[in-house]
C-alpha cells in the first residue's frame, strides 16, 4: 500500500516536472525573446521602453543567464505564482485565464460522469442479452463513436441543431448569464448547457468503455460461480449484479489513468467548435498569436490539472478495490 | 451405408486436420482472418483508400489549386445520367449571379446547354506516381474546362473543386498517418525492444518515460509545438515536423506491445534452445523472436493509425498543423469551422465521411488482424 502510494507521488511529481520542462520549452521556442516582444508590444500600442528599463527587464527575467538558468528562475516565478505578462491583452496571465481553467475541469470532469454513467448500464445490457438487436444498435452507434474525432460530432451536432431547430447550441451559458458575476442561477444555467459538451467529448471513451465492460462481463457470465448462484436460486437481477458485474468493474478503474488526459485533450478542440469558455480558444489565440507566456501557462495548468485529477481518482479507486495496486 | 459416410467424414477431417498440421504460420493467420468479416470488409476499404493515395490525380478532374470568385460556394451538382431515355451522362451549364437581396451567390443550370461527360479525358497536368507527365483524368467534360463546367461535390468560398481537393486531401492525411506510424514503429520497437530484452533498471526508466508521456494531455501539447514551428517553412518540412510531432506520443503504445511480447517470448522453449545453442543476442531477436511477434506488431501498427489521422486532421483543423497551400482532410474541414459556413454552404463537411470511413475500416482491421495474429491460441 505505502509503496504504491509512495511509487504514485513520485510519478506525480516527474510527470509536473515533464510538463514544466516541456511548457517552458515551447515559451522558449519562437525566435525572439520575451523582452524583444514586450518592446514590440510596447511599441505597437504608442508607448516606448527605454534601453535601460529593457535591461533591468532582461535581467529581472535572467534573459542574460544560461538556459538552465531560466528555467530554474521561471520555476520560481511560477511557484510564487507569477506567470509572466500576456502580450496580448497587456494584463497578467492568470488574470487572463480566470474561472477559464475551472470551467475546463467542470467540462472534462462532467464528460467523464457521462462516460461512467452510459458506459455501466450499456455495456452490462449488452453482455447479459449479448446478440440481441439492442446490442447490434450498442454495438453499431458505439464502432461510430470510435470512429468520429469529438470535433467532427461537434460539428455534426452543431449543424444538425441548426437546420432543425434553428439554433446554436455552442456555448456554456445564456447570453444573459455571460459575463455575470457568479451566482445559484448562473450554475444552474451552465448545467444545464453541460449534456451536450459532455456527451460529444465522452462518446469516444463511452464506446471504448463498453466495449470492455461488455467483454469483461461476458467472460465472467461463463465462470461456474454464476452458474451456482444461479442453481441457489438467487433472482436473475442479484446473480448477475452481486458478483460478476463487481468482478467486471475492473476496467472503469483502471481506464480512468488514460481517460481523463484524453478528455482534456479533447476539449481543447471542442471547445474551438462549440465555442465553450474553457481554456481551448485562449490557448489557440494565444499560439497563433505567439503570446508564449500565457500559452505555456495553460499548458503547464492544464497539464498539473490532469495529474492531479488522475492522482485522485486512483487514490478513490485503490480505495473502492484494494486489487488495483497489486497491478501497480 | 451409414457406416461407409462415418468413414468419409473421418477422412476429411483428417485431411483438414492435416492441412492445419502443415500450414504456415501466416497461412494459419489468413485462415483465421478471413473468417472476420468486418476485418476483411475493413481491409478492403482501406485498401480502396490507398488506391485514391496512389492515383488521387488521375481521380481529380480540376486542378486542387485553382480558384476563381466566380464559382465561390457552389452546391454540389448532379449528373444526369440519362437523355432522351438513353444512357448519356452529362452536366448542365451553370449561370452564376447574386442574389440582389441576400447578396449570396447563386447559381442556376441552364437546361439548353448540355456538357457529355466523359471518361479519361484531358485535363490539368501531373505526373502519374510522381515521375509520368500526363493529362489524362478519370472523368472530364467533353468541350469545355473540367474546371468549368464540372463539380461533383460543389467548390470551396474560393471557387476550388471540393472532390478534387479531396483526392488530394485523401492522399495526404492517409500518408502522413503512414509516415508517423513507421516513425512510431521504430522508436516503439525501438524502446520496446530494448525495455524487454535488458529489464532491470532501462527497463524501469523507459517504463516510467512512457507512464509520464501518455498523462500528458496530447492536443494542447501538439499545439504548442505546432504553433513553434516557422511560418515561412516549406510545405514538406512542416509535413516531416508534424509526423516527428505526432510520433513524439505514439510510440508509447506500441513500445508497451512490443515490450510485452518479448517478456513472454524469453520464456518460450524454442528462445532458450537457441540460447543453449549459443546463437548471438541479435540473431535470437531477429531469427528467432521477431518473426514470432511480427503479426502482432502489424495488428498493433494498424490501430496505431487511425489515432494518427484523428490528431493530423484535428491539428490542421484548428491551424496548427499542416496550412494551406498543403491540403489534407484537416485543411479542408477547416472550412466548415464556423456556424455560418454550415448553415450556408453545409457540403463543406462532407470531407468528414471519408476520415469517419477510413478510421472505422483501419479499426475493423486491426481488430481482425489482433484477433487473427496468434493462430496458435485457441
Known amino acids: ?328 | 451405408m451409414a457406416e461407409t459416410r462415418i468413414a468419409r467424414d473421418e477422412a476429411a477431417t483428417t485431411v483438414t486436420e492435416e492441412r492445419i498440421w502443415v500450414a504456415s504460420q501466416w497461412q494459419l493467420i489468413w485462415w483465421r482472418f478471413r473468417k472476420h468479416r468486418l476485418a476483411m470488409a475493413g481491409g478492403i476499404v482501406i485498401l480502396l483508400s490507398y488506391l485514391v493515395v496512389i492515383g488521387a490525380d488521375f481521380l481529380a478532374y480540376s486542378d486542387p489549386t485553382a480558384s476563381d470568385a466566380n464559382r465561390s460556394l457552389m452546391p454540389p451538382q448532379a449528373i444526369r445520367w440519362l437523355d432522351d431515355g438513353r444512357l448519356s451522362p452529362h452536366v448542365l451549364a451553370l449561370k452564376g449571379r447574386r442574389d440582389p437581396v441576400t447578396l449570396k451567390r447563386v447559381y442556376e443550370p441552364d437546361p439548353n446547354k448540355k456538357l457529355p461527360v466523359i471518361l479519361f479525358a484531358q485535363g490539368f497536368e501531373y505526373k502519374f506516381l510522381g515521375v509520368i507527365p500526363t493529362d489524362r483524368h478519370l472523368i472530364g467534360v467533353e468541350g469545355a474546362r473540367a474546371e468549368e463546367s464540372i463539380f461533383i461535390l460543389g467548390t470551396d468560398q474560393l471557387g476550388r473543386d471540393l472532390w478534387s481537393r479531396l483526392m488530394r486531401g485523401t492522399q495526404t492525411s492517409l500518408t502522413i498517418g503512414l509516415v508517423g506510424v513507421a516513425l512510431s514503429l521504430f522508436l516503439g520497437i525501438l524502446f520496446g525492444g530494448l525495455s524487454g530484452s535488458y529489464g532491470g533498471v532501462l527497463d524501469t526508466v523507459i517504463q516510467r518515460i512512457i507512464e509520464v508521456l501518455r498523462s500528458i494531455p496530447t492536443i494542447p501539447l501538439w499545439m504548442g509545438l505546432g504553433a513553434a514551428m516557422p511560418r515561412d517553412w516549406e510545405i514538406t518540412k512542416v509535413y516531416l515536423a508534424i509526423t516527428v510531432i505526432l510520433s513524439l506520443i505514439g510510440w508509447t503504445e506500441l513500445a508497451r506491445v512490443v515490450r510485452g511480447r518479448f517478456l513472454s517470448l524469453r520464456q518460450e522453449d524454442f528462445v532458450l534452445a537457441a540460447e543453449f545453442v549459443g546463437c548471438s543476442r541479435m540473431r535470437i531477436i531477429f531469427r528467432h523472436m521477431v518473426p514470432s511477434f511480427l503479426s502482432h506488431i502489424i495488428a498493433a501498427t494498424t490501430l496505431a493509425l487511425p489515432a494518427m489521422i484523428i490528431s493530423e486532421t484535428s491539428l490542421s483543423f484548428v491551424g496548427l498543423g499542416l496550412r494551406p497551400p498543403a491540403i489534407s482532410w484537416g485543411v479542408l474541414l477547416q472550412n466548415a469551422q464556423t456556424i455560418q459556413a454550415l448553415a450556408l454552404s453545409p457540403w463543406l463537411l462532407i470531407p468528414a465521411i471519408p476520415v469517419i470511413i477510413a478510421i472505422l475500416a483501419l479499426n475493423f482491421l486491426g481488430d481482425g488482424l489482433r484477433d487473427a495474429a496468434d493462430p496458435y491460441e485457441v
Open chain 1, 1 to 328: 500500500m505505502l509503496a504504491y502510494l509512495t511509487r504514485r507521488v513520485f510519478l506525480a511529481v516527474l510527470t509536473v516536472w515533464a510538463i514544466s520542462v516541456i511548457s517552458f520549452v515551447i515559451i522558449q521556442l519562437p525566435p525572439g525573446d520575451y523582452v524583444s516582444s514586450y518592446i514590440a508590444a510596447m511599441e505597437a500600442s504608442g508607448s516606448t521602453v527605454s534601453e535601460q528599463e529593457a535591461q533591468n527587464l532582461r535581467i529581472q527575467y535572467g534573459l542574460d543567464k544560461p538556459i538552465y538558468v531560466q528555467y530554474i528562475k521561471w520555476m520560481r516565478l511560477v511557484l510564487r505564482g507569477n506567470f509572466g505578462m500576456s502580450m496580448e491583452w497587456g494584463r497578467p496571465v492568470v488574470d487572463v485565464i480566470g474561472d477559464r481553467l475551472l470551467l475546463t475541469i467542470v467540462v472534462s470532469a462532467a464528460a467523464v460522469l457521462f462516460t461512467w454513467a452510459l458506459a455501466l448500464p450499456i455495456g452490462i445490457y449488452s453482455a447479459v442479452r449479448q446478440y440481441s438487436i439492442g446490442d447490434y444498435v450498442f454495438t453499431f452507434i458505439g464502432f461510430i463513436g470510435l470512429a468520429t474525432p469529438s470535433f467532427l460530432l461537434a460539428l455534426v451536432l452543431m449543424y444538425l441543431g441548426f437546420t432543425w431547430f434553428d439554433t446554436n447550441i455552442g456555448g456554456l451559458f445564456s447570453p444573459e448569464y455571460a459575463l455575470e458575476p457568479w451566482s445559484v442561477a448562473r450554475v444552474w444555467d451552465m448545467i444545464k448547457h453541460l449534456p451536450l459538451p459532455a456527451l460529444v467529448l465522452g462518446l469516444t471513451g463511452t464506446a471504448q468503455l463498453i466495449r470492455i465492460m461488455r467483454a469483461n462481463l461476458l467472460d465472467e457470465l461463463r465462470k461456474p460461480y454464476v452458474e451456482v448462484a444461479r442453481a441457489k436460486g438467487l433472482p436473475e437481477v442479484k446473480v448477475i449484479l452481486k458478483y460478476p458485474v463487481r468482478v467486471a468493474l475492473n476496467p472503469f478503474a483502471s481506464t480512468i489513468g488514460y481517460l481523463f488526459p484524453y478528455i482534456v485533450s479533447g476539449s481543447i478542440i471542442v471547445s474551438l467548435v462549440l465555442s465553450l469558455p474553457t481554456v481551448g480558444p485562449l490557448l489557440l489565440k494565444a499560439l497563433l498569436s505567439q503570446d508564449m507566456f500565457l500559452a505555456g501557462t495553460i499548458i503547464l495548468m492544464l497539464g498539473v490539472m490532469t495529474v492531479i485529477g488522475t492522482f485522485v481518482s486512483d487514490l478513490l479507486l485503490m480505495w473502492i478495490d484494494p486489487r488495483i495496486r497489486l497491478e501497480g
